[in-house]
């Protein structure tokens, strides 16, 4: 990276370098140095201080038709960024300005101002608009209490509950009265769920069947299940679906490395015969609830009644490294790169 002292801005991104075959490894990525213009009128060039690493990248590593397009091949991958104002073509945002936008995996952003937004640090940390106060916060926030349509004495289980979305949604139900209980994928993850985030009961899903592990800590059974995982995960919490149950479909994970589809869960006629409702769900379909969602869970950390945890990777050429580890359950709570020490 350079300034525009020799008159050229050079900065790096991170791109696509080959489709993956299951799991990513670093030769699906390259850093490529570029040179980096000024902003037009209507632009906005933010320097990345912090990047988001998210699980439906992995998705969009592939070839093919998904619900966001495919990465393309020898171009920069993207994602949610925060970063600060170093020149501007709109009159609302000035340099030194701390933003938001969605052109990450690079050390600079040309970001049309439109698709800029302002973050207020005086609400949370910088980093807690990718996490807690961002998309992962609120795809908990709308799963958990639009689509899991909480009742009262509702039991709800949370699978990935160590994670950015989980964590959250477990405390969420926990901070409206009901019985939760977690997965997660080790004895480390499962003692943050019981010890700082309150969960009732939490397993490791590697220590046997989670059939067996969800019947031991749910012996009552579930009426909610919040579905960041799929698979084995998602067969087990329809077995143990109490009548009326409600399924909130938010993501697969298990399946996302897969080279071959597995075979869906064995026991679906549990939907009609306990009247199981299974509904998936895209955060960006319910921004009527972005607001609510800002000011509810914005009040509850600022009453300490929420926690969240960020795990940070450091530089950007190692984002390859934080996707890779993501998928792997390297991260407790959001994972992050840290593109750039703030000033
Ligand atoms: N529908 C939407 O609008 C929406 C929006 C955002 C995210 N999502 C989905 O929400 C889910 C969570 O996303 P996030 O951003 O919060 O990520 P995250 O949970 O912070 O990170 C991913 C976690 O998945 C777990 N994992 C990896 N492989 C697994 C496997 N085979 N079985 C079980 N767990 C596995 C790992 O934790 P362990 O150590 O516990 O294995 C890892 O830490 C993902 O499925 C994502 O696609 C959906």
């Not at 925060?82 to 000035?94: K, P």
């Not at 701390?98 to 698709?115: E, Q, T």
């Not at 989670?210 to 084995?232: C, Q, R, S, T």
């Amino acid at each position: 990276m350079s300034g525009p002292a020799d008159g050229r801005r050079r900065g790096r991104e991170i791109h696509l370098a080959a489709r993956p075959h299951g799991l990513p490894t670093p030769r699906d990525f390259r850093l490529v140095e570029v040179d980096v213009p000024d902003p037009v009128e209507g632009e906005v060039l933010v320097r990345n201080e912090l990047t988001s690493v998210d699980p439906y990248m992995r998705g969009r590593m592939d070839a093919g038709p998904s619900y966001m397009p495919a990465f393309e091949l020898d171009a920069p991958l993207d994602g949610g960024a925060i970063g600060r104002v170093v020149a501007s073509g709109d009159g609302r945002f000035s340099p030194g300005q701390l933003v938001s936008h969605a052109l990450g995996w690079r050390d600079y952003a040309l970001v049309p101002a439109r698709h800029v937004r302002a973050v207020d640090e005086t609400l949370a940390p910088a980093s807690a608009y990718l996490g807690v106060l961002g998309a992962p916060g609120w795809t908990a926030y709308v799963g958990l209490f639009d689509v899991g349509a909480l009742r009262d004495g509702d039991v709800v289980f949370v699978s990935g509950a160590a994670g950015a979305v989980g964590s959250l949604a477990g405390q969420l139900a926990k901070l409206r009265g009901h019985r939760v209980v977690g997965s997660a994928g080790s004895p480390a993850k499962v003692a943050h769920l019981l010890d700082e985030l309150g969960f009732d009961a939490a397993f490791d899903y590697h220590a046997g069947p989670v059939a067996e592990l969800l019947a031991a800590a749910a012996p009552e059974g579930i009426d909610v299940y919040f579905d960041n995982v799929g698979g084995e995960h998602l067969e087990a919490a329809l077995g143990a679906m109490r009548l009326h149950g409600r399924v909130a479909v938010c993501g697969s994970i298990s399946t996302y490395n897969a080279v071959e589809r597995p075979a869906g869960p064995r026991n679906l006629d549990l939907l009609f015969a306990r009247r199981i409702t299974m509904r998936g769900f895209m955060v960006r379909d319910h921004r009527d609830r972005y607001d609510d969602f800002v000011r509810d869970v914005s009040g509850w950390l600022r009453d300490g009644r929420i926690v969240y945890r960020e795990t940070f990777v450091d530089g950007l050429e190692n984002a390859p490294q934080a996707l890779i580890g993501l998928l792997r359950g390297a991260n407790t709570g959001k994972m992050l790169v840290r593109v750039a020490p703030g000033p």
